[in-house]
Structure formats: C-alpha cells, structure tokens
C-alpha cells in the first residue's frame, strides 16, 4: 500500500502550514518577550565607595583622594611616565606648586600651594607649565578640562581629597580638613559620601576628554606623539576596525607605537559613548584639518 503522505505529496502541505505556523509563533513570543523586558544601556561601573563620614579618617580621606585620582578623576592617564603631562607621581608636587606661585607667569589668585593645587584642578589654564598647553598657544592654554564639570565632575568633597592625597603622598601634612557633612547630592543617604562614576559624555569631544584619548593620541587640537594620530583614523580603519580598536586593543598594535592602551574602555563606556566616539572617528579623515 502507498504511503498516503509520501506518495503524491498531497499530505505535504498541512504539515508544513502548520510547521511555518508553529515557527511564526514562537519568533512572535521571542519578539514580544524582548520587548516587554527593560532594555537596559552599559553603563561605567562606578567606583562606590560609601564612607561614613563620622567614621572617616584622614588615612581613609587620602585612600578615597587615591582612587578618584587613579579612577573617575583620570588624572593618572595624563599625569604619568609618557610625558603628556607632568608626572605628578614622581615629582613633589607641594614643592612644585610653590615655586610656581613665585614664577613670574603665574597670574592666579592661589596664595599657598594647596590653594594653586585646587586652582589647578578647577581652572588649569590659570597657569600652563611650559611644553605643557595646548599646540599654538604658547603656553597659556591648558588640555585638561575642569575636573569640576562634565563629563568628569568631581564633587567639592571628591577635589578635596584628590589635593589630601597629593599632600600626603610625598609626606607633607594634610591641611585639607575631613568633610563633616555629605555634599548636596548625597542628602537623605545617611552622610555618606559616594564617589560615583562620572557622568555619560554627551559629545565626541566630552568622550574624548573623559577618558583621555588626546593623552596619547593626537585628535581634535591636542598633538600627541605617544599613540597613532586620529586625525586620518577613518581613512584608515572600518567603523568595525575602529570599535575593536577601542575594545579591545590588543587584538592589532599600530607598528612603532607601544602597547600601552588600557583594555578596559569596554567596562567603563556606555554603549552610547562608544558608538559615538566610533562614529566620530569614522569621520576623520585629515582633509578636514587643511581647508
């Protein structure tokens, strides 16, 4: 006897209406299963670090002060061995800060070094070290953004215990005093003091002060030797090139330059940022920089 499904294919066609319909359905239920759940963007990782302010100590102070300096502050991508900055890690920054103050360009209004220290955080163009200011100014323009702002936005508290840290770190007293109230946006959280990650960049040239990309590399006014320029980037490199470059770059080290690039930009980019610096990137092309 003939096998009534086989024989003629006139048994196909159910079978397979209801297979597409039972397929349908279940790309339908993924779909509206998706799209019920929050969708939720990466954000940086903040560095929590609640303190009890009654419990606080002045070693706690210069420990919290450390890790904004080495973290949300991003001070120590610039300030470091390459020499983009000067090397506040290896220098008496106490004792800088006074012979500046005696320099004949300085023309603040710090009247101590710890003062010129919190100046220099909030208006660092008040005084440019030589070889130091951005390329064409001579000397009178800072790269580095107020640190008090967006997108890096250190509270007063979070300034304060950034100069603690540079004081002590080369055994000076601390003439910062401990914070004994939570600052404004820390109300109603039981006087604790939270360092949180900053705040998501809202440009391509906030990103790049955020995470201090012109530290290395030369883009937008900042001229840099110690990484590949970005100014041809996306004459150079796809927009996926780009993005793996940032992520992870490890994967292809540009000839002639060191492998020096922090491998975490991953964790502490939002997904939005990322793909704006992308896509800004893409777009540079150099001819812009010669009309």
């Known amino acids: 006897m003939n096998d009534p499904i086989t024989s003629n294919g006139k048994g196909n066609g159910p079978i397979l209406l209801k297979v597409l319909g039972f397929s349908l359905t279940l790309a339908f239920v993924f779909t509206l299963v998706a799209n019920t759940l929050p969708q939720v963007e990466g954000e940086a990782p903040g560095e929590e670090s609640d303190m009890d302010l009654g419990a606080l100590t002045m070693d706690g102070f210069v420990a919290m002060g450390e890790a904004i300096f080495q973290g949300k502050g991003t001070c120590a991508l610039c300030h470091n061995a390459l020499g983009r900055a000067p090397d506040l890690m290896a220098m008496n920054v106490m004792g800088a800060a006074t012979e500046r103050l005696r320099d004949a360009r300085y023309a603040g209004s710090a009247v101590d070094p710890t003062d010129y220290l919190r100046e220099s955080l909030l208006a660092p163009s008040t005084y440019v070290v030589k070889g130091f200011g951005k390329k064409g100014s001579l000397d009178t323009e800072s790269p580095m953004p107020n640190v008090g702002k967006p997108p890096i936005g250190l509270s007063d508290t979070e300034i304060d215990a950034v100069i603690a840290f540079l004081q002590a770190k080369d055994g000076f007293d601390v003439t910062i005093a401990l914070p004994t109230e939570a600052p404004p ?34 883009v937008l006014d900042t001229t840099s030797p110690v990484g590949p320029s970005l100014l041809d980037v996306g004459a150079r490199l796809s927009p996926e090139e780009i993005r793996v470059s940032i992520i992870d770059p490890s994967v292809v080290i540009a000839e002639g330059f060191p492998s020096i690039m922090p491998p975490d930009f991953a964790d502490r980019m939002t997904v939005r940022e990322l793909e704006m610096l992308v896509g800004f990137l893409v777009g540079q092309k150099v001819e812009q920089y010669h009309e």
């Open 185 to 218: 946006e820390a109300e109603g959280s039981a006087a604790t003091v939270a360092t949180a990650a900053p705040l998501p960049a809202k440009t391509p040239e906030e990103i790049i002060a955020k995470y201090g990309c012109n530290a290395c590399h030369t």
